[in-house]
């Protein structure tokens, strides 16, 4: 058997091995793995002439409806217990730190917003945000810094991550619940005090535009 | 978004216009201070009281809901975080701005633009609560859903492939031989005399040692002034002479530590 | 969907789930298990009335051929990747990395004076060489042993190889480009000095082929 395998895999040196094959690599690889790993790696890993994008939709079909499934987050994917057999698993449930109320509305506003500055963030909540609260939410890697606004002062931005996006399931950022519905009813807008001076709007549209629509 | 307002802050809310009840309501919020998100969350508490749409919301009124809240805490010397007063002026401003009207030539937004901007802010902060509440609602990874217990480690193979270019190779050779301000190609050897030829020379010579010599006198011609030559030389004259004694063609001898070495035939 | 799993999950106490619903459940927990499982546990973990010894046979059976198998450790199950496919687990980088200057200085001296010995790599570099730069170079294939040199001690020489000539273009290292060359492309100060006869360019050469005739 090992003989055959090298065999094969230096024959695969002038051509891929069958789809059949190549999912059962791509299984493998993501099965390895704990965390998300995107198609680039995958190819990366696996012999040259592989297409892990084609293999992956094969290996997706054949998950669904078990016990585990092939999931997408953001451009990597990984696979994860079904979540309706989480019941099953106090073992493995890991009990998380309560977050505050500050800090998931926070978070919730950097999701639906983003980027977003904390200038922005407190003119949401209508108080200051602690830096303790933007801290939690960047150690636990549910936010991390985005591109600076080009307003004056230049301030910071803040995006999620991959791995919120992996905590609660979600593919993208597109598919934050209610998004469409927000974005539809101007809750997303940052409308300035009327009066007031604003420089800074136009450029939070624009960074949100480029935010979410630059994917679909 | 508002279907399902959580009303976790305020019970029965008072009927508007009923100044009893309004004062009730401040007081409650007084109980309440801090459990408050600051004068944002404060307001988004009070205008549930109005039991309608944000969209609808009258904005004189729950500024006037604050503005007794404010009253009624100065009153009992409650201290309160400065954005509260600040809140309470800016209100103070805008009831008297929905209250009077315009002044001619008056600049700047108008009081109903004000009341929009305010209502909008507070719909917001609502959608923000609803979007966190479902965000928080959904399946959660390690409570929901799980990864891989065992994940295998991918084993990194480092390989160094080490380059050089031609070039590398011609400038490294040229920085050789340009080094000592350029140093002859040939190997520089003629300052070395070997033990070889010290014996093949010394063993043509024996026959003439009949008496003791000392053996810096034998070091061949043009071997004695330079002194590396003359190292050289001697240590491997030296050496030599070691060799021939071991065989039994020569004796050797020193008088004391560093006095000249002396050598003759051995026998005869 | 939460509710219809409570009900589910209430059923359940009277009447097990379908067999192909305990399959799902085992291969959640044998995925999210951070060890191995027995069959004891699998049952108490499962709701009343399963048979986790059964379930685990079909989903043996499912992953057989897979690019993960079910195994057995001792008296416990645990998901792997197909041992066939270990090579995926392994992430090959290459770095390319220079040659150092004590390293490329021997292999030019090498290249321009073979057969040499260590001790004339020594004298014409001026310094010693450390053992390492000549394994390093003897175990990139670019020099090689060759034969003894007759004179006392009979030291080694070093010689440039097939693999030499190929990484550098070279046909023969006689290909090389001689002094004169090397003057006339500007890497070799040209200012010849006072009393040092130019013939060395022809000796060089000489020397050069003398070295490589008994190559040939």
Redesign the interface.
Same mark, same amino acid.
């Given at each position: !058997?090992?003989a055959d395998?090298r065999t094969e895999?230096e024959e695969s040196l002038f051509e891929a091995p069958p789809l059949a094959e190549q +999912? /059962? @690599?791509? +299984? %493998?690889?993501l099965? *390895?793995? *704990? &965390?998300p790993v995107r198609v680039a790696e995958l190819n =990366? /890993? !696996?012999p040259h002439g592989c297409d892990a994008a084609e293999a992956l939709a094969l290996l997706r079909r054949r998950y669904q409806?078990?016990?585990?499934q092939v999931v997408k987050v953001g451009e990597a994917w990984?696979? /994860?217990? *079904?979540?309706?057999?989480?019941?099953? @698993?106090?073992? &493995? #449930?890991?009990e #998380?730190r309560k977050l505050s109320? %500050?800090a998931? &509305?926070t978070?919730?506003?950097v =999701?639906?917003h983003q980027p977003v500055t904390r200038a922005e963030i407190e $003119?949401?909540?209508?108080?200051s945000v602690s830096r303790g609260t933007v801290d939690q939410l960047l150690e636990l890697e549910w936010i991390r810094f985005g591109r600076r606004r080009m307003t004056p002062g230049r301030p910071v931005t803040y995006v999620v991550t991959e791995t919120f996006l992996?905590?609660?399931?979600?593919e993208s950022a597109r598919d934050?619940?209610?998004l469409k $519905?927000?974005r539809a009813?101007g809750?997303l807008d940052s409308?300035p005090?009327?009066?007031a001076p604003s420089e800074d709007d136009e450029a939070g549209e624009d960074g949100q535009s480029d935010m979410f629509e630059d994917e679909s | 978004m508002a279907e399902t307002e959580p009303d976790d802050f305020f019970a029965e809310g008072p009927a508007r216009d009923d100044p009893v009840a309004a004062r009730r309501a401040a007081e409650a919020l007084i109980v309440d201070v801090e459990g408050f998100e600051g004068p944002l969350d404060m307001l988004l508490t009070l205008s549930r009281t109005q039991k309608v749409d944000l969209r609808k919301i009258s904005v004189l009124h729950l500024a006037q809901q604050y503005l007794a809240f404010i009253e009624r805490a100065t009153a009992l010397r409650i201290e309160l975080a400065a954005d509260y007063l600040v809140m309470a002026a800016w209100l103070a401003f805008l009831k008297s701005r929905l209250l009077l009207p315009p002044e001619p030539g008056d600049e700047g937004p108008s009081g109903e633009e004000l009341a929009a901007h305010l209502a909008f802010q507070l719909e917001r902060l609502e959608a923000m609560r609803q979007a966190a509440a479902q965000l928080m609602a959904r399946d959660q990874r390690g409570r929901d859903f799980f990864a891989r217990g065992i994940p295998e480690d991918v084993t990194r193979v480092r390989r160094v492939r080490y380059t050089a270019t031609l070039l590398d190779l011609m400038q490294g050779y040229a920085r050789i031989r340009t080094r000592d301000d350029f140093r002859p190609y040939v190997l520089d050897r003629d300052a070395i005399y070997t033990m070889e030829e010290a014996l093949e020379r010394m063993r043509g010579m024996i026959g003439y040692a009949g008496d003791w010599v000392a053996l810096s006198t034998w070091l061949p011609e043009g071997w004695e002034l330079d002194p590396a030559r003359r190292r050289s030389a001697t240590a491997a004259h030296f050496a030599a002479t070691l060799e021939l004694v071991k065989q039994g063609a020569l004796e050797l001898r020193q008088g004391e530590s560093f006095a000249p070495i002396q050598i003759r035939r051995k026998g005869g």
């Amino acid at each position: !058997m090992p003989a055959d395998d090298r065999t094969e895999r230096e024959e695969s040196l002038f051509e891929a091995p069958p789809l059949a094959e190549q +999912e /059962r @690599m791509v +299984e %493998a690889i993501l099965f *390895a793995s *704990a &965390e998300p790993v995107r198609v680039a790696e995958l190819n =990366a /890993r !696996m012999p040259h002439g592989c297409d892990a994008a084609e293999a992956l939709a094969l290996l997706r079909r054949r998950y669904q409806g078990r016990g585990v499934q092939v999931v997408k987050v953001g451009e990597a994917w990984v696979l /994860r217990t *079904a979540p309706d057999l989480g019941f099953l @698993m106090q073992k &493995e #449930t890991v009990e #998380t730190r309560k977050l505050s109320r %500050a800090a998931i &509305e926070t978070l919730a506003i950097v =999701a639906y917003h983003q980027p977003v500055t904390r200038a922005e963030i407190e $003119e949401i909540r209508g108080v200051s945000v602690s830096r303790g609260t933007v801290d939690q939410l960047l150690e636990l890697e549910w936010i991390r810094f985005g591109r600076r606004r080009m307003t004056p002062g230049r301030p910071v931005t803040y995006v999620v991550t991959e791995t919120f996006l992996d905590h609660f399931g979600l593919e993208s950022a597109r598919d934050l619940p209610g998004l469409k $519905e927000l974005r539809a009813a101007g809750l997303l807008d940052s409308r300035p005090l009327p009066g007031a001076p604003s420089e800074d709007d136009e450029a939070g549209e624009d960074g949100q535009s480029d935010m979410f629509e630059d994917e679909s | 978004m508002a279907e399902t307002e959580p009303d976790d802050f305020f019970a029965e809310g008072p009927a508007r216009d009923d100044p009893v009840a309004a004062r009730r309501a401040a007081e409650a919020l007084i109980v309440d201070v801090e459990g408050f998100e600051g004068p944002l969350d404060m307001l988004l508490t009070l205008s549930r009281t109005q039991k309608v749409d944000l969209r609808k919301i009258s904005v004189l009124h729950l500024a006037q809901q604050y503005l007794a809240f404010i009253e009624r805490a100065t009153a009992l010397r409650i201290e309160l975080a400065a954005d509260y007063l600040v809140m309470a002026a800016w209100l103070a401003f805008l009831k008297s701005r929905l209250l009077l009207p315009p002044e001619p030539g008056d600049e700047g937004p108008s009081g109903e633009e004000l009341a929009a901007h305010l209502a909008f802010q507070l719909e917001r902060l609502e959608a923000m609560r609803q979007a966190a509440a479902q965000l928080m609602a959904r399946d959660q990874r390690g409570r929901d859903f799980f990864a891989r217990g065992i994940p295998e480690d991918v084993t990194r193979v480092r390989r160094v492939r080490y380059t050089a270019t031609l070039l590398d190779l011609m400038q490294g050779y040229a920085r050789i031989r340009t080094r000592d301000d350029f140093r002859p190609y040939v190997l520089d050897r003629d300052a070395i005399y070997t033990m070889e030829e010290a014996l093949e020379r010394m063993r043509g010579m024996i026959g003439y040692a009949g008496d003791w010599v000392a053996l810096s006198t034998w070091l061949p011609e043009g071997w004695e002034l330079d002194p590396a030559r003359r190292r050289s030389a001697t240590a491997a004259h030296f050496a030599a002479t070691l060799e021939l004694v071991k065989q039994g063609a020569l004796e050797l001898r020193q008088g004391e530590s560093f006095a000249p070495i002396q050598i003759r035939r051995k026998g005869g």
